[in-house]
């Protein structure tokens, strides 16, 4: 550690003084400017020394310093930092909390910043302190619920993968429908080989996220940013004491929640019901010995033998819970963060380091990042500016497969309880007596880990050529290598028959990015304030996979692919694309009341064909702060009042291939030669999606800003769509990429910000953000108005006049109390028949959420604190697509959950649930009979903080120390029948991804975390 | 200022040399104008077509599956968790099933190439331009006889104006045509292009091409096309001219005749699988977990064991996997050829026709069953009738992909479907039917 000789240094100094030099004591206390509260742990210093102190918990301090000190640093996390004039010997001093929605915040814009009053647009913006230390992998799944108008969703409970954030809604039915993220400058890569290119990044470096939502703040990144932009900005050294912070926690993962499946003796109590029932369709009884051979009742009891194993299902003595051998009880997560930040007036800088190591809730998922990153800031004259960010980071993941895979642990469930879990030498039983090839020895005998190196870093140099004017160039790269290793021994599922898969892959990607801008500002007279800036971009993206597979393994010890016998194939594959922008943004501010901005920029892309390689973004929005007019300057309830409106055109170039506007064909193989096949059908029209976006709001406070918030109305059109239209399959293609349709989202924020209870050392604070968005397909190719996706298992379809991805197709009637036999409705909607395919089509769900909101609470007293999170999502629906496997009438072996208990048995029966039918497929295609209400509030975050007085650990050389407990999903609210109402299952997002929302397939519930941390500053 | 120069004229040259750096081309694919520009392109597109015809979804297993499983009769189960083949087994298809469908569309794609390779056929060197063609045009006379007997009403309903299937011959080439937007042609004229194809891609081949379409290839799915259409006399012709041409020879033991990692001598026409390459589906859905197949999706019944004497040789080929539960030995192996034609066909189609004509061409009946077939399985002779010789004919190709079309070409009948049920055929694909639109005519049943 560094930190003690610099102690000691700044220790020696201190006593040389008191020794040599005339010295006087300068004491007083610390504030918060809000409320008067006193502020612990603040540190005070005399400008360019270290000399100073620490504020107790009753906020005051004391030190001697040389009489020569006329000016102090105050700072402390969180607050803006002030310098104060000594004057007297007792200071007040009152410090801005930077969280407190102060209007004079700094807000980060693209290719620039600006004061948030002045803001013409509608950017959300979470501090990076607001987040710290939460303990998840992605920092998406940190923003949950913490922003207006954007929703975040994980996938599942696999730990560092797959998470989705809307920013108002979808805009793309084929392409990208993510954010453009940008750090310190950069446009990063969010695509990746396998797992989550967001989980690289350590967020605790980060010191805001600034979340560009409407169309006049994001379309200065023009053809990026029709989904909004995520600008992430670091943070950066201050000049003063070197601040020194240590932060470490430990924790716990579980699931959080089991549903529950049929116990052995209910499992064969009713797979005999059905085999019997299945018989009796077919005309006879089974229980005649004359009619048993050959009957459904004699496979099914002749092969729960089998899946017995060394047991028997008669005597009812195995009863095995599967869902529990899904997990790892012994989950656990674990972090240290090291940071050390500080300069002086000509450099500064920011250092870090961090381990994040958690254990996944599946057997044999789990992630680890290890990071660092260097912050530096150089002034090499007055007008000139260097500098550089620098992040490294390792991630290493231990993956699961895909939630439709046998192997994956989550499809454990449909194994039989009768079947033990181990034979009689211990060890875990496998297909065939297992129903299903057992996840678990996938995870015993198998491995796939992930390693990904990542380097995201820029270089900038700035010149002043004026006060007023100056020039930027940025050059900025984000790196990734990664390698995926895979080996699956003789007895798993990939493995079996072959002695054994081997797959190694690995990928490269390299983004680099150059901005060159001229940033000009200047006040003309008293009311007259004027900045532009205009520039141009370049990007370049270029990612190459290789992949080799073999089998044919000696010994399951040997994991390479150095030891196949058998390479059975292996491919390389490389993907290229390019960028060229030019920007232009202007701001007029008149009187400190009138605000004016344009912005324009056009792209080029090498995306698109000659004719369409360029799209213009333009942008214009104004403002008025009615506050500072002089008719309510004056008003004692009303503090700050602006009503401000935008209009502008961003594009979505992403998600489309690189090469989607060509009639491609690919290399193909027959019997060891090489051939060629068609791959693609030409589109030379194909550009970029193009969404139209206003968007009118207020931004208010009163009281002093005791209340304060911002409501906003959008209505966002997006043309030009692009989907794979399907074309008559007679044609050799089955569809066609083509701008085809229109969307529109339409929606209403609100935010309010409010300090409750302000009362000596008790606070209370609360935020409150609620969304409420509708999508509507407009348009599809104009002669299409629905196109259907019932594929047996989902019904996500596109449907002009309804939101993207909406259930269509048959609607579950309930069970018929004369047979059993489940019911539809008929396209007249009042008859009812048994079979499917006389069934009408009818919308029978929605997965989007109608309502996303998020509801937080701060409570301090002295030094404890409480945050706490209520996260929810409302009006949706989810399609359980395993319903055809797991809630399926025992139509096979699968066990079924425990509604099946409720299932027609005698004619009256009144019941949802159908007769049990083996092999019968009594109602167990894709219906409303597996969609489900999907509404949930949850307890995201809680987090109870106590900041040990500094005079208690003083002693230690340490200037602050704070211990917590934090939690993540402690407790869900939900009628969600399944594991978790937050889910997509996460195989079926490479094609129709944004279409296929709301499905569950044996997707593992979502993570409880509950962490203990310790952070200390020195 | 020095730097501040170099930043200006840096900035200044990427700005001007920026046009260029929008110009990438994909590194994986080419553009299909390039395609058609050579004779290595097309011989090139030729191998795509094998690649096409020897998918999963076509030869490569799943259009011997639906013939096995719709025949089933009890003798076979559908045991697996997948719902296509179950419905297919069931013969209650729903219109979106995606085995169906697959099927469908992969027909069409590889005719899509047969009918580039036709069309750019004149840029084909000279020396091997009637191969390439005929290739080309066995290939899709095989794909659309395929097709018919699933898609469409069988022949032997006698119905000749029943909807067949889309006829489509020109290629797709930048984009859809009106061509693509078009009814379904009749059985007549769907049959008629089959014959005209395959009669004249016999006409085209050599004798020998390596394991790709012989002359003898395109005789032998021609005598089965007039197997269907009932025309006897030329069936035997056909197989009569592959048995009396010495290309081919019968293995020593019925089990050679299988699990092959090259063609056999018995072989008229494979579909080649290596690990590298191809697909085998019958292997993943016959065969069992140990030998890296699924868990056994199709289960043999005792119904059709016992229907073998017990000293045959075929019933040997069968391995128990559970009490009552027997596994086809055919597709027992991974990554082993799909025979699609083998020699012992020709002798029993010879056998059932000259028996039907009363005639000897080539040999006669008792000498292709009990001196060939027979005798390769180690059985002794039986009375020659019509009924003995279909009965040969079944346990020798069972599980072969046969079984439905000699149920519906002999008018019987299975599960208590006749042979002409609106069940035992497919439905066109919905996803078809609403891209082509109400003039696409949907099978009877599925409306």
């Given at each position: 550690?560094?930190?003690?000789?610099?102690?000691?240094?700044?220790?020696?100094?201190?006593?040389?003084?008191l020794?040599?030099?005339?010295?006087?004591?300068?004491?007083?206390?610390?504030?918060?400017?809000?409320?008067?509260?006193?502020?612990?742990?603040?540190?005070?210093?005399?400008?360019?020394?270290?000399?100073?102190?620490?504020?107790?918990?009753?906020?005051?301090?004391?030190?001697?310093?040389?009489?020569?000190?006329?000016?102090?640093?105050?700072?402390?996390?969180?607050?803006?930092?002030?310098?104060i004039?000594?004057?007297?010997?007792?200071?007040?001093?009152?410090?801005?909390?930077?969280?407190?929605?102060?209007?004079?915040?700094?807000?980060?814009?693209?290719?620039?910043?600006?004061?948030?009053?002045?803001?013409?647009?509608?950017?959300?913006?979470?501090?990076?302190?607001?987040?710290?230390?939460?303990?998840?992998?992605?920092?998406?799944?940190?923003?949950?619920?913490?922003?207006?108008?954007?929703?975040?969703?994980?996938n599942?409970?696999?730990?560092?993968?797959?998470?989705?954030?809307?920013?108002?809604?979808?805009?793309?039915?084929?392409?990208?429908?993510?954010?453009?993220?940008?750090?310190?400058?950069?446009?990063?890569?969010?695509?990746?080989?396998?797992?989550?290119?967001?989980?690289?990044?350590?967020?605790?470096?980060?010191?805001?996220?600034?979340?560009?939502?409407?169309?006049?703040?994001?379309?200065?990144?023009?053809?990026?940013?029709?989904?909004?932009?995520?600008?992430?900005?670091?943070?950066?050294?201050?000049?003063?004491?070197?601040?020194?912070?240590?932060?470490?926690?430990?924790?716990?993962?579980?699931?959080?929640?089991?549903?529950?499946?049929?116990?052995?003796?209910?499992y064969?109590?009713?797979?005999?019901?059905?085999?019997?029932?299945?018989?009796?369709?077919?005309?006879?009884?089974?229980?005649?010995?004359?009619?048993?051979?050959?009957?459904?009742?004699?496979?099914?009891?002749?092969?729960?033998?089998?899946?017995?194993?060394?047991?028997?299902?008669?005597?009812?003595?195995?009863?095995?819970?599967?869902?529990?051998?899904?997990?790892?009880?012994?989950?656990?997560?674990?972090?240290?963060?090291v940071?050390?930040?500080?300069?002086?007036?000509?450099?500064?800088?920011?250092?870090?380091?961090?381990?994040?190591?958690?254990?996944?809730?599946?057997?044999?998922?789990?992630?680890?990042?290890?990071?660092?990153?260097?912050?530096?800031?150089?002034?090499?004259?007055?007008?000139?500016?260097?500098?550089?960010?620098?992040?490294?980071?390792?991630?290493?993941?231990?993956?699961?497969?895909?939630?439709?895979?046998?192997?994956?642990?989550?499809?454990?469930?449909?194994?039989?309880?009768?079947?033990?879990?181990?034979?009689?030498?211990?060890?875990p039983?496998?297909?065939?007596?297992?129903?299903?090839?057992?996840?678990?020895?996938?995870?015993?005998?198998?491995?796939?880990?992930s390693?990904?190196?990542?380097?995201?870093?820029?270089?900038?140099?700035?010149?002043?050529?004026?006060?007023?004017?100056?020039?930027?160039?940025?050059?900025?790269?984000?790196?990734?290598?990664?390698?995926?290793?895979?080996?699956?021994?003789?007895?798993?599922?990939?493995?079996?028959?072959?002695?054994?898969?081997?797959?190694?892959?690995?990928?490269?990607?390299?983004d680099?990015?150059?901005?060159?801008?001229?940033?000009?500002?200047?006040?003309?007279?008293?009311?007259?304030?004027?900045?532009?800036?205009?520039?141009m971009?370049?990007?370049?993206?270029?990612?190459?996979?290789?992949?080799?597979?073999?089998?044919?393994?000696?010994?399951?010890?040997?994991?390479?692919?150095?030891?196949?016998?058998?390479?059975?194939?292996?491919?390389?594959?490389?993907?290229?694309?390019?960028?060229?922008?030019?920007?232009?943004?202007?701001?007029?501010?008149?009187?400190?009341?009138?605000?004016?901005?344009?912005?324009?920029?056009?792209?080029?892309?090498?995306?698109?064909?000659?004719?369409?390689?360029?799209?213009?973004?333009?942008?214009?929005?104004?403002?008025?702060?009615?506050?500072?007019?002089?008719?309510?300057?004056?008003?004692?309830?009303?503090?700050?009042?602006?009503?401000?409106?935008?209009?502008?055109?961003?594009?979505?170039?992403?998600?489309?291939?690189?090469?989607?506007?060509?009639?491609?064909?690919?290399?193909?193989?027959?019997?060891g030669?090489?051939?060629?096949?068609?791959?693609?059908?030409?589109?030379?029209?194909?550009q970029?999606?193009?969404?139209d976006?206003?968007?009118?709001?207020?931004d208010?406070?009163?009281?002093?800003?005791?209340?304060?918030?911002?409501?906003?109305?959008?209505?966002?059109?997006?043309?030009?769509?692009?989907?794979?239209?399907?074309?008559?399959?007679?044609?050799?293609?089955?569809?066609?990429?083509?701008?085809?349709?229109?969307m529109?989202?339409?929606?209403?924020?609100?935010?309010?910000?409010?300090?409750?209870?302000?009362?000596?050392?008790?606070?209370?604070?609360?935020?409150?953000?609620?969304?409420?968005?509708?999508?509507?397909?407009?348009?599809?190719?104009?002669?299409?108005?629905?196109?259907?996706?019932?594929?047996?298992?989902?019904?996500?379809?596109?449907?002009?006049?309804?939101?993207?991805?909406?259930?269509?197709?048959?609607?579950?009637?309930?069970?018929?109390?004369?047979?059993?036999?489940?019911?539809?409705?008929?396209?007249?909607?009042?008859?009812?028949?048994?079979?499917?395919?006389?069934?009408?089509?009818?919308?029978?769900?929605?997965?989007?959420?109608?309502?996303?909101?998020?509801?937080?609470?701060?409570?301090?007293?002295?030094?404890?604190?409480?945050?706490?999170?209520?996260?929810?999502?409302?009006?949706?629906?989810?399609?359980?697509?395993?319903g055809?496997?797991?809630?399926?009438?025992?139509?096979?072996?699968?066990?079924?959950?425990?509604?099946?208990?409720?299932?027609?048995?005698?004619?009256?029966?009144?019941?949802?649930?159908?007769?049990?039918?083996?092999?019968?497929?009594?109602?167990?295609?894709?219906?409303?009979?597996?969609?489900?209400?999907?509404?949930?509030?949850?307890?995201?975050?809680?987090?109870?903080?106590?900041?040990?007085?500094?005079?208690?650990?003083?002693?230690?050389?340490?200037?602050?120390?704070?211990?917590?407990?934090?939690?993540?999903?402690l407790?869900?609210?939900?009628?969600?029948?399944?594991?978790?109402?937050?889910?997509?299952?996460?195989?079926?997002g490479?094609?129709?991804?944004n279409?296929?929302?709301?499905?569950?397939?044996?997707?593992?519930?979502?993570?409880?975390?509950?962490?203990?941390?310790?952070?200390?500053?020195? | 200022?020095?730097?501040?120069f170099?930043?200006?004229?840096?900035?200044g040259?990427?700005?001007?040399?920026?046009?260029?750096?929008?110009?990438?081309?994909?590194?994986?694919?080419?553009?299909?104008?390039?395609?058609?520009?050579?004779?290595?392109?097309?011989?090139?597109?030729?191998?795509?077509?094998?690649?096409?015809?020897?998918a999963?979804?076509?030869?490569?297993?799943?259009?011997?599956?639906?013939?096995?499983?719709?025949?089933?009769?009890?003798?076979?189960?559908?045991?697996?968790?997948?719902?296509?083949?179950?419905?297919?087994?069931?013969?209650?298809?729903?219109?979106?099933?995606?085995?169906?469908?697959?099927?469908?569309?992969?027909?069409?794609?590889?005719?899509?190439?047969?009918?580039?390779?036709?069309?750019?056929?004149?840029?084909?060197?000279?020396?091997?331009?009637?191969?390439?063609?005929?290739?080309?045009?066995?290939?899709?006379?095989?794909?659309?006889?395929?097709?018919?007997?699933?898609?469409?009403?069988?022949?032997?309903g006698?119905?000749?104006?029943?909807?067949?299937?889309?006829?489509i011959?020109?290629?797709?080439?930048?984009?859809?045509?009106?061509?693509?937007?078009?009814?379904?042609?009749?059985?007549a004229?769907?049959?008629?292009?089959?014959?005209?194809?395959?009669?004249?891609?016999?006409?085209?081949?050599?004798?020998?091409?390596?394991?790709?379409?012989?002359?003898?290839?395109?005789?032998?799915?021609?005598?089965?096309?007039y197997?269907?259409?009932?025309?006897y006399?030329?069936?035997?012709?056909?197989?009569?001219?592959?048995?009396?041409?010495?290309?081919?020879?019968?293995?020593?033991?019925?089990?050679?005749?299988?699990?092959?990692?090259?063609?056999?001598?018995?072989?008229?026409?494979?579909?080649?699988?290596?690990?590298?390459?191809?697909?085998?589906?019958?292997?993943?859905?016959?065969?069992?977990?140990?030998?890296?197949?699924?868990?056994?999706?199709?289960d043999?019944?005792?119904?059709?064991?016992?229907?073998y004497?017990?000293?045959?040789?075929?019933?040997?080929?069968?391995?128990?996997?559970?009490?009552?539960?027997?596994?086809?030995?055919?597709?027992?192996?991974?990554?082993?050829?799909?025979?699609?034609?083998?020699?012992?066909?020709?002798?029993?189609?010879?056998?059932?026709?000259?028996?039907?004509?009363?005639?000897?061409?080539?040999?006669?009946?008792?000498?292709?069953?009990?001196?060939?077939?027979?005798?390769?399985?180690?059985?002794?002779?039986?009375?020659?009738?019509?009924a003995?010789?279909?009965?040969?004919?079944?346990?020798?190709?069972?599980?072969?992909?046969?079984?439905?079309?000699?149920?519906?070409?002999?008018?019987?009948?299975?599960?208590g479907?006749?042979?002409?049920?609106?069940?035992?055929?497919?439905?066109?694909p919905?996803?078809?039917?609403?891209?082509?639109?109400?003039i696409?005519?949907?099978?009877?049943?599925?409306?």
């Open positions: 550690m560094r930190k003690l000789p610099l102690l000691g240094l700044a220790m020696f100094l201190m006593v040389s003084q020794l040599f030099a005339q010295t006087k004591t300068i004491s007083g206390k610390v504030t918060d400017r809000r409320d008067g509260s006193p502020l612990p742990g603040v540190s005070v210093q005399v400008k360019g020394t270290s000399t100073g102190a620490v504020t107790g918990t009753d906020g005051t301090f004391s030190f001697t310093a040389p009489a020569s000190a006329s000016t102090l640093v105050v700072s402390s996390l969180g607050f803006d930092s002030q310098e004039a000594v004057s007297g010997s007792l200071l007040s001093i009152s410090l801005v909390n930077e969280e407190s929605r102060n209007l004079e915040e700094i807000v980060v814009v693209g290719y620039g910043t600006k004061i948030k009053k002045d803001l013409t647009g509608n950017i959300a913006t979470v501090k990076g302190s607001e987040i710290q230390g939460t303990p998840v992998s992605n920092f998406n799944q940190a923003l949950q619920g913490r922003a207006a108008g954007v929703f975040v969703e994980a599942n409970g696999k730990v560092g993968e797959g998470v989705k954030i809307l920013i108002r809604g979808s805009s793309s039915i084929s392409g990208s429908n993510a954010p453009l993220y940008v750090i310190d400058g950069v446009p990063i890569n969010t695509s990746t080989y396998s797992g989550n290119a967001i989980a690289d990044i350590n967020f605790n470096d980060v010191e805001s996220f600034d979340i560009l939502k409407d169309a006049s703040a994001a379309s200065i990144y023009g053809s990026r940013a029709a989904n909004g932009v995520v600008l992430i900005t670091t943070k950066k050294g201050k000049a003063g004491k070197t601040v020194v912070q240590l932060n470490s926690q430990y924790g716990t993962n579980r699931p959080t929640n089991l549903r529950g499946f049929l116990n052995a003796s209910e064969v109590e009713l797979i005999r019901e059905a085999a019997i029932n299945s018989d009796l369709a077919d005309g006879y009884d089974p229980l005649d010995p004359a009619n048993y051979p050959d009957s459904y009742l004699e496979y099914v009891e002749l092969t729960m033998d089998d899946i017995s194993g060394h047991t028997s299902w008669r005597d009812g003595l195995t009863n095995t819970n599967w869902e529990k051998k899904a997990f790892n009880y012994d989950a656990k997560t674990y972090a240290v963060d940071s050390a930040s500080g300069g002086t007036e000509k450099t500064k800088f920011y250092l870090s380091s961090s381990l994040n190591r958690q254990d996944g809730i599946l057997i044999g998922n789990n992630f680890r990042r290890i990071s660092a990153r260097f912050n530096l800031d150089h002034a090499v004259s007055e007008q000139f500016k260097v500098g550089f960010n620098l992040s490294v980071a390792q991630t290493t993941a231990n993956r699961v497969s895909a939630d439709n895979a046998f192997s994956t642990p989550m499809q454990i469930v449909a194994l039989s309880p009768i079947t033990p879990f181990a034979n009689e030498d211990g060890v039983y496998n297909s065939p007596v297992t129903t299903y090839p057992n996840p678990y020895v996938d995870y015993t005998d198998g491995k796939y880990e390693i990904t190196y990542r380097n995201i870093g820029n270089v900038f140099g700035q010149y002043n050529f004026t006060p007023s004017i100056f020039f930027r160039t940025e050059f900025g790269i984000d790196v990734q290598n990664q390698n995926d290793d895979q080996f699956y021994g003789f007895n798993t599922d990939a493995g079996s028959g072959t002695n054994g898969y081997g797959e190694s892959d690995w990928f490269r990607s390299l680099y990015n150059v901005n060159n801008y001229f940033t000009f500002k200047k006040m003309f007279g008293q009311k007259h304030d004027f900045d532009a800036t205009a520039g971009s370049y990007q370049r993206y270029n990612s190459e996979y290789a992949e080799i597979y073999g089998q044919q393994f000696p010994v399951e010890d040997l994991k390479k692919l150095a030891s196949s016998a058998l390479i059975t194939g292996g491919t390389s594959v490389e993907s290229n694309s390019s960028f060229l922008s030019y920007f232009a943004r202007a701001n007029y501010k008149f009187d400190n009341k009138y605000l004016l901005a344009l912005s324009g920029r056009i792209d080029g892309s090498s995306r698109f064909g000659k004719d369409n390689q360029y799209g213009f973004f333009p942008a214009v929005s104004a403002g008025w702060i009615m506050s500072e007019e002089s008719f309510m300057r004056n008003s004692s309830i009303l503090s700050f009042l602006k009503i401000r409106g935008s209009w502008g055109l961003t594009g979505n170039a992403e998600g489309f291939g690189d090469f989607g506007s060509l009639g491609l064909w690919n290399a193909g193989s027959y019997n030669t090489s051939g060629l096949t068609p791959t693609q059908l030409a589109n030379s029209k194909l970029w999606e193009k969404s976006q206003v968007d009118i709001g207020i208010f406070g009163f009281l002093r800003n005791r209340i304060s918030g911002q409501i906003d109305f959008y209505n966002r059109k997006t043309k030009d769509l692009i989907y794979n239209v399907p074309v008559p399959s007679n044609s050799g293609f089955t569809t066609q990429l083509t701008n085809v349709g229109s529109q989202n339409k929606g209403f924020e609100f935010v309010l910000n409010t300090e409750n209870v302000i009362l000596g050392g008790f606070r209370w604070s609360s935020n409150i953000n609620a969304s409420f968005n509708r999508n509507k397909l407009l348009k599809l190719d104009g002669s299409q108005t629905i196109i259907p996706g019932n594929d047996g298992r989902y019904l996500n379809s596109l449907i002009v006049g309804e939101s993207i991805g909406v259930f269509y197709g048959p609607k579950y009637a309930g069970v018929d109390p004369a047979n059993g036999d489940a019911l539809y409705y008929q396209a007249d909607g009042k008859t009812t028949t048994a079979s499917y395919n006389a069934a009408g089509n009818f919308v029978v769900g929605n997965p989007n959420p109608k309502v996303i909101a998020g509801f937080g609470n701060t409570f301090s007293f002295k030094g404890i604190e409480l945050n706490v999170l209520f996260q929810g999502v409302f009006g949706n629906q989810v399609m359980n697509g395993a055809g496997f797991m809630s399926a009438s025992f139509d096979y072996f699968d066990n079924q959950t425990r509604e099946i208990l409720d299932r027609w048995q005698n004619p009256g029966d009144i019941t949802n649930e159908p007769q049990v039918r083996f092999l019968g497929g009594n109602g167990i295609s894709a219906s409303s009979r597996y969609i489900f209400d999907a509404d949930y509030v949850r307890l995201k975050n809680i987090t109870l903080a106590y900041n040990i007085p500094a005079a208690l650990v003083r002693k230690f050389r340490i200037s602050s120390a704070k211990v917590y407990v934090t939690a993540v999903n407790i869900t609210f939900t009628d969600y029948p399944g594991w978790d109402p937050e889910v997509n299952t996460d195989y079926r490479a094609t129709n991804g279409r296929n929302q709301g499905a569950d397939f044996y997707a593992a519930p979502q993570i409880r975390n509950i962490s203990f941390g310790l952070n200390l500053g020195f | 200022m020095k730097k501040i170099i930043i200006i004229l840096s900035t040259f990427l700005m001007s040399s920026c046009s260029k750096k929008l110009e990438i081309l994909p590194t994986q694919s080419i553009d299909e104008s390039i395609v058609f520009t050579s004779d290595a392109n097309i011989k090139a597109a030729l191998v795509g077509a094998y690649d096409g015809v020897s999963a979804s076509l030869f490569g297993g799943d259009l011997q599956l639906y013939s096995e499983l719709q025949a089933a009769d009890g003798e076979i189960r559908w045991a697996g968790t997948f719902n296509q083949p179950r419905e297919i087994y069931l013969k209650d298809i729903l219109t979106n099933n995606s085995y169906v469908t697959a099927t469908y569309n992969r027909a069409y794609y590889t005719i899509n190439i047969c009918n580039n390779i036709l069309a750019a056929i004149d840029i084909v060197d000279e020396d091997d331009r009637d191969r390439v063609k005929g290739e080309a045009l066995f290939i899709r006379g095989t794909v659309y006889f395929e097709l018919v007997k699933l898609y469409a009403k069988p022949y032997s006698g119905n000749m104006s029943t909807p067949g299937l889309q006829l011959t020109t290629p797709t080439l930048g984009n859809i045509s009106e061509s693509n937007f078009v009814p379904r042609s009749s059985l004229d769907t049959y008629a292009l089959i014959l005209a194809d395959l009669t004249q891609s016999k006409s085209l081949l050599p004798g020998q091409n390596d394991v790709y379409a012989t002359t003898y290839a395109a005789s032998a799915i021609l005598s089965r096309v197997l269907q259409m009932a025309d006399p030329k069936a035997r012709d056909e197989a009569n001219t592959i048995i009396e041409s010495d290309e081919f020879a019968l293995n020593s033991t019925y089990a050679a005749a299988f699990n092959n990692t090259s063609n056999s001598p018995e072989d008229i026409f494979a579909i080649q699988v290596t690990a590298q390459d191809g697909s085998n589906d019958m292997f993943v859905f016959w065969s069992t977990l140990p030998n890296g197949a699924r868990d056994g999706d199709v043999v019944l005792n119904k059709h064991i016992s229907l004497d017990t000293a045959d040789a075929r019933l040997g080929l069968f391995f128990p996997d559970g009490v009552n539960i027997f596994r086809s030995g055919k597709w027992r192996l991974q990554y082993r050829n799909l025979s699609i034609v083998r020699l012992a066909e020709m002798y029993l189609t010879r056998a059932e026709c000259n028996f039907r004509l009363g005639t000897a061409v080539g040999a006669t009946p008792d000498e292709d069953i009990n001196e060939t077939i027979r005798d390769r399985a180690a059985l002794g002779p039986v009375a020659i009738t019509l003995s010789i279909l009965f040969e004919r079944k346990l020798e190709l069972a599980h072969e992909g046969q079984a439905i079309h000699d149920v519906k070409r002999l008018k019987g009948n299975v599960d479907f006749a042979f002409d049920a609106k069940e035992l055929v497919f439905p066109i919905i996803r078809e039917i609403n891209a082509v639109g109400d696409l005519e949907q099978n009877e049943g599925y409306n």
